[in-house]
C-alpha cells in the first residue's frame, strides 16, 4: 500500500477519533431546570470548556436564592462567565478555574438573559462569538 495513503487513512482515523472523545467529554446536558432545596436555595454547576457551557440552558426561579458553582474544563485557554441583566440585578462577570468557584445571586424578576464567555484571542473571534453562550431563564 502507498505510503501517502497510510499516513492520509491515519489522520482521517485521528481525526475522526478526537472528534468522538471531544463530544463524549461534553455530556449529554444541555439544560438544567433546577430544584430548591431544603434550605430554600437553588444550586446548579455551570462547566465551561472549547468554546462551550454545559449546560446550555438553567432554568431557576425570581425570588430564591441562587449558589451557581462555576469552573472550567482544564485546557490551555482561559475562559470566564459574564451575565449582565440591570432588570433582574445581575451584573457577574469571574474568571474560570479547574476548581469550582461559588457565585451566589437572586434574580428579581422573571426573563431570559445570555451568559458568555468574553475572552478573546489577539486578532480572532470571541469566544462568545464562536458560541461559547448559554442562557439563564428565570420564571415565576
Not at 468554546?51 to 485557554?77: D, H, K, M, N, S
Not at 440585578?89 to 478555574?97: F, P
Not at 478573546?120 to 415565576?140: A, D, K, N, Q, T
Request: proline fraction near 5%; charge should be neutral; glycine fraction near 10%.
Amino acid at each position: 500500500m502507498n505510503l501517502t495513503i497510510l499516513v492520509r487513512h491515519a489522520c482521517l482515523t485521528l481525526l475522526i477519533g478526537l472528534g468522538l472523545a471531544g463530544s463524549q467529554l461534553r455530556g449529554d446536558t444541555s439544560s438544567a431546570a433546577v430544584a430548591v432545596t431544603d434550605d430554600g436555595v437553588q444550586r446548579v454547576t455551570l462547566v465551561g470548556g472549547s468554546y462551550y457551557f454545559e449546560p446550555e440552558r438553567i432554568v431557576v426561579r425570581a425570588g430564591v436564592p441562587v449558589e451557581l458553582q462555576v469552573r472550567r474544563r482544564p485546557g490551555l485557554a482561559p475562559h470566564n462567565l459574564v451575565i449582565r441583566s440591570s432588570t433582574m440585578g445581575l451584573d457577574i462577570e469571574a474568571s474560570l478555574d479547574t476548581e469550582p468557584t461559588t457565585i451566589r445571586f437572586t434574580p428579581r424578576v422573571a426573563g431570559r438573559v445570555e451568559f458568555y464567555c468574553d475572552k478573546r484571542l489577539l486578532f480572532l473571534p470571541s469566544h462568545r462569538e464562536r458560541g461559547m453562550v448559554g442562557v439563564l431563564e428565570v420564571i415565576e
